[in-house]
């Protein structure tokens, strides 16, 4: 089992900053990608940033220049650093991991979500 905790969510003004921790647990071995998704009401789950072993962190287009992912693989946390925010980024933000388990079994794991709000 992978367990993603995550917290920083909340309420800030547009124009405002907020960042968030997603910290992976259990019987983990490696994690292949490790990133957040969102989803706004009314809409789909959306990709906004991922960061993926050996590689470049991707990121939504209309978050790209504004929100930073970034990776502690001690610690197997990432972290997002979210920038002059707008009223379109309020939403429900959900940590995602990619990773393979100690008994060698690739297993795609969610967080519960953390809100984010913004207020214009």
């Known amino acids: 089992q992978v367990q993603l905790v995550e917290s920083g969510g909340g309420l800030v003004q547009s124009g405002g900053s907020l960042r968030l921790s997603c910290a992976a647990s259990g019987s983990i071995l490696s994690i292949n990608a490790m990133g957040w998704y969102r989803q706004a009401p009314g809409k789909e789950r959306e990709l906004v940033a991922r960061?993926?072993?050996?590689?470049?962190?991707n990121y939504a287009d209309s978050v790209k220049g504004r929100f930073t992912i970034s990776r502690d693989n001690a610690k197997n946390t990432v972290y997002l650093q979210m920038n002059s925010l707008k009223s379109e980024d309020t939403a429900v933000y959900y940590c995602?991991?990619?990773?393979?388990?100690?008994?060698?079994?690739?297993?795609?794991?969610w967080g519960q979500g953390t809100q984010v709000t913004v207020s214009s």
């Open positions: 995602h991991a990619d990773t393979v388990t100690t008994d060698w079994i690739t297993r795609i794991s």
């Open positions: 960061t993926i072993l050996g590689g470049l962190p």
